[in-house]
């Protein structure tokens, strides 16, 4: 099956600091959604992203399906933004596959 | 909120115990899939449900099962539960290729 690496597996910034993180992914797909997992164990979506670039606030992404990566750019950090960050994608009708994760802190 | 919805949001039970985990999608999405989450870990597709009928199957234990009603609700059970099925069980739906997850029901087993 489709298999989903994200990098790096943990990432500690301080607030205010700007960080990329990236999802490679080993075949064409259909969907690429990214999400976050709160603290409190919510997942949020923050992205349907199959290609292209999007911009919600001080959080992006983009990406290049030919190239099979992603990237999620969060700017200007603030605590709130910690928890981890999960890229996830389809292909076909199959079921959404999801990546490691990228673990984020950022601290005060 | 996501429009899905997960009941109950806790459950605490014991080994060898048997329990009930609900999903409603949001209105109008015709199916459901099921994920397990153990302690820091990824996310594992357990079962895919589509207008009432099984259509895909994942990394699903034999005592576990679900099934999606007429009113597109779903459940998931869980049975013989041992310590390692601790976990954050979430249900989520899509109209399309757009998932969306409710907010996971956490089980602890003790």
């Known amino acids: 099956g489709i298999q989903v690496e994200q990098s790096p597996p943990d990432l500690i910034l301080q607030e205010g600091a700007n960080s990329t993180l990236r999802c490679n992914f080993s075949?064409?797909?259909?969907?690429l959604q990214w999400f976050h997992q709160n603290p409190w164990g919510q997942l949020i979506n923050l992205f349907y992203?199959?290609?292209g670039t999007k911009q919600n606030g001080r959080l992006s992404a983009t990406t290049v399906a030919t190239e099979r990566y992603s990237l999620l750019y969060i700017s200007s950090s603030q605590t709130t933004d910690s928890g981890v960050y999960f890229c996830?994608?389809?292909?076909?009708?199959?079921?959404?596959?999801f990546g490691q994760g990228t673990r984020l802190t950022i601290n005060p | 909120d996501s429009g899905v919805t997960q009941t109950p949001k806790h459950l605490i039970t014991a080994t060898g115990q048997r329990v009930t985990l609900r999903c409603s999608p949001r209105?109008?999405?015709?199916?459901v899939y099921w994920y397990q989450q153990s302690l820091d870990q990824g996310l594992q597709f357990l079962i895919q449900?589509?207008?009432?009928?099984?259509?895909a199957k994942g990394n699903i234990l034999e005592r576990f099962s679900a099934q999606q009603f007429p009113d597109l609700h779903s459940e998931l059970n869980l049975s013989s539960l041992e310590l390692g099925d601790s976990a954050l069980y979430f249900c989520?739906?899509?109209?399309?290729?757009?998932?969306?997850f409710g907010s996971g029901t956490r089980l602890t087993v003790v």
């Open positions: 209105s109008g999405d015709l199916s």
């Open positions: 449900y589509y207008n009432g009928e099984e259509r």
């Open positions: 992203i199959p290609s």
């Open positions: 075949d064409s797909v259909n969907n």
């Open positions: 996830a994608v389809v292909k076909g009708a199959q079921k959404l596959v």
């Open positions: 989520a739906s899509s109209a399309g290729l757009i998932y969306t």
